[in-house]
C-alpha cells in the first residue's frame, strides 16, 4: 500500500453522473472524458478513465470511429451488442462475455445493436451495458481484441477476474488487458450474499445491477459508485439480486 496516500471512501451517486441523451441512446458518464462538459476535478480514479452505462435503442448505435492507446473493457447486462472493428474482428457480445479490445497504434471499429446479424431476428430490446477504459502501460503496441465466456464462473457468487494485466491472474479465466496494475473483478449476489473487496491503493466499485449494503457507509443502489483510496477489504453484501464490477488498481495516471 502507498503510505503516501490518504485513505478515502468516495461514494458517487447514480443521479450526479453526467448523461448524454439521444433518440437512440442514453449513456451515464462516472467520469468527465467525452463529455459535453469535462470537469478537470472528475477524470479518473487510478487508471479507470472512463466507467460508462449505455443503453442502445434496437438497430442503432456507434457507428465506427477511432481509438488509440487505450484498454477497452466492455459488459453486457441485457441484450447483445454487436462489435466490429478495423483489424478484422466480428463478434456478438452478450451477458457473461467478457470482451477487451486494445486501441493501441490505432484502430477503428463500431458496436451496435444489431443482433439479428448473427441471430437471423431483429432486435426488440435495448442492448444494456457498461464501457471501462483504462490506459494500458505501454503506448504503441499492435492493436487487439479478446473475448471470453465467464458465465460459468459467476455461478459462484464470488469476486471473478474478468479481466486482467496483474501476474497474479495469469493462470485464471480472465482476459489479458495491457496494463500489469490493472484489474476487473465481476460478481453476481444473491441476495443476503456478500464478497470481500481487494486491498488497493485504488479500487472502483460499481453497482451495475441490484442494490447492496458496503460495510461502514450503508445502502448503495443501482448505478452508484465508490472510488476507494488506499484502502480496501471491505464487504459488500447483497440486498437484493445485485452485480458489481470492483477494478483494483495498484498504479494511477499521471496528472
Same mark, same amino acid.
Given at each position: ?13 447514480? *443521479? /450526479?453522473?453526467? $448523461? ?10 462516472? &467520469? ?13 480514479? @487510478? ?14 448505435? #456507434? ?8 484498454? =477497452? ?19 456478438? =457480445?452478450?451477458? @457473461? ?24 431476428? /431483429? ?6 451495458? =457498461? ?39 495469469? *493462470? !485464471?479465466?480472465?482476459?489479458? =488487458?495491457?496494463?500489469?496494475?490493472? $484489474? ?21 466499485? #460499481? ?15 443501482? @448505478?452508484? !459508485?465508490? /472510488? &476507494?483510496? !488506499? ?25
Amino acid at each position: 500500500m502507498n503510505t503516501l496516500l490518504v485513505p478515502k471512501v468516495d461514494v458517487r451517486r447514480a *443521479d /450526479r453522473r453526467a $448523461a448524454s441523451r439521444l433518440s437512440w441512446l442514453d449513456s451515464r458518464h462516472s &467520469f468527465s472524458l467525452g463529455t459535453r462538459r469535462p470537469d478537470p476535478a472528475n477524470t479518473h480514479h @487510478g487508471l479507470l478513465l472512463v466507467n460508462n452505462e449505455d443503453l442502445v435503442q434496437p438497430g442503432r448505435g #456507434f457507428d465506427t470511429h477511432p481509438h488509440q492507446d487505450m484498454e =477497452i473493457v466492455t459488459w453486457v447486462l441485457q441484450g447483445s451488442l454487436v462489435h466490429q472493428d478495423s483489424t478484422g474482428h466480428s463478434g456478438v =457480445i452478450y451477458p @457473461g462475455l467478457a470482451q477487451r479490445m486494445s486501441a493501441g497504434t490505432g484502430i477503428l471499429h463500431s458496436e451496435k445493436n444489431d443482433s439479428h446479424r448473427s441471430s437471423g431476428e /431483429r432486435p426488440a430490446d435495448p442492448v444494456h451495458f =457498461i464501457q471501462m477504459w483504462v490506459l494500458p502501460d505501454e503506448a504503441g503496441i499492435t492493436p487487439g481484441y479478446e473475448q471470453l465466456e465467464v458465465d460459468g464462473e459467476l455461478l459462484s457468487g464470488g469476486l471473478v477476474p474478468v479481466a486482467s494485466g496483474m501476474d497474479q491472474h495469469k *493462470d !485464471a479465466t480472465a482476459i489479458r =488487458i495491457q496494463n500489469r496494475h490493472a $484489474a476487473l473483478y465481476a460478481a453476481r449476489l444473491r441476495p443476503g450474499q456478500s464478497v470481500i473487496l481487494p486491498e488497493a491503493p485504488y479500487l472502483h466499485l #460499481f453497482v451495475a445491477r441490484g442494490s447492496a449494503d458496503l460495510e461502514g457507509t450503508g445502502e448503495l443502489g443501482e @448505478g452508484d !459508485a465508490v /472510488r &476507494f483510496t !488506499a484502502t480496501g477489504g471491505h464487504r459488500v453484501s447483497a440486498t437484493e439480486s445485485a452485480e458489481i464490477l470492483v477494478w483494483e488498481m495498484h498504479a494511477a495516471v499521471a496528472v
